[in-house]
């Protein structure tokens, strides 16, 4: 009898061990399915998409639908606007004014165009950061604080540059239909302007006018898109390619004699003493045929000069452009 009270009891020993082993095991299997579903094999459903862009200062992987986004390039500001995407900061002391809502203290202050504030740049923790051309020296810099795209336009192909450019932004903030529905616009726009400019008779002179001195562009250049997408020709022909253009005189102009003279007033945007009416229309340009036919025009040159090659911007260049023929 005894020996049997004790076979029952060790029975009941060994049930109670296996008991708590399974449940031990099922406490175990109940954490790592937790933990997997934090961070282990259920992590790849969760864990936010990226998508590696390729741009002039080389590639750049970055989150998809970045929230705090600092931009540089008011055309590519000009781009956000336009697709609903808000920037957490961008440099307020040259913003055109079809966008000076960004002026607002509802966005940060991150610098000037040439002078990005590191400091504030990075105690925002941004998780983008787009540039151009002016910020392209402190790349290296910017990069170091968050994932940094260079939106710079390619003026030599300016067309394929910009929708390559627009494209990129549609592909970080899934915005991909609407980018295509907007650049098959534009790209209607011009084709009309291209048509109507390309039969007209004469030619076009590009100048950009700067507190009395004078410089002119042609093709490729950084106004040459009124040459190489809206398709008025060239009055000479010779005109060096540059970013700042050739500096030439009114003797120039007159000599050159083109029936549109296109004009930028850069003094208007940065500051200075004279406006560009006062130094194009002289005794010399007088001569002109673009003077004689009332075919100077004046472009506004926050799109030309500021805020080129947006969604907004380019639609305007082409609009402007478009009313020397009329």
Not at 101 to 120: A, I, Q, R, W
Not at 196 to 204: F, K, M, N, Q, V
Not at 260 to 286: C, H, P, Q
């Amino acid at each position: 009898m005894k020996q049997w009270k004790t076979m029952i009891a060790g029975g009941l020993l060994v049930l109670g061990m296996t008991a708590c082993g399974t449940e031990n095991s099922e406490e175990a299997s109940g954490e790592s399915t937790d933990t997997s579903g934090d961070g282990g094999s259920g992590s790849e459903s969760t864990a936010a998409e990226e998508v590696t862009i390729s741009h002039e200062m080389g590639e750049t992987t970055v989150e998809k639908n970045p929230e705090d986004v600092v931009v540089f390039d008011y055309g590519t500001l000009d781009t956000l606007d336009t697709l609903g995407v808000e920037p957490a900061g961008l440099p307020q002391s040259t913003v055109p004014e079809y966008l000076s809502k960004y002026e607002s203290s509802d966005y940060e202050n991150v610098g000037s165009l040439k002078e990005p504030d590191f400091e504030k740049i990075a105690a925002m923790e941004p998780d983008l950061i787009l540039i151009s051309g002016r910020q392209q020296s402190a790349y290296e810099e910017l990069s170091d604080i968050a994932p940094t795209v260079d939106m710079s336009v390619d003026t030599t192909k300016y067309w394929d540059s910009f929708t390559s450019n627009v494209e990129k932004i549609g592909n970080i903030f899934n915005k991909e239909e609407q980018v295509e529905e907007e650049l098959g616009s534009i790209r209607d726009t011009i084709d009309t302007l291209k048509e109507e400019a390309s039969s007209a008779e004469g030619d076009a002179l590009i100048t950009l006018a700067n507190n009395g001195e004078l410089s002119v562009y042609g093709a490729g250049s950084r106004f040459g898109i009124i040459h190489d997408e809206f398709g008025f020709k060239q009055a000479d022909k010779n005109i060096e390619t540059s970013t700042h253009g050739q500096s030439v005189s009114f003797e120039y102009v007159k000599e050159e004699d083109p029936e549109y003279l296109f004009v930028i007033d850069r003094s208007a945007v940065v500051g200075g003493d004279t406006s560009a009416k006062e130094v194009i229309e002289n005794e010399l340009t007088e001569e002109t045929t673009a003077y004689k036919n009332d075919n100077i025009i004046y472009l506004n040159p926050e799109y030309w000069y500021i805020s080129g090659g947006g969604l907004q911007s380019v639609p305007a260049m082409a609009e402007q452009a478009s009313a020397a023929l009329e």
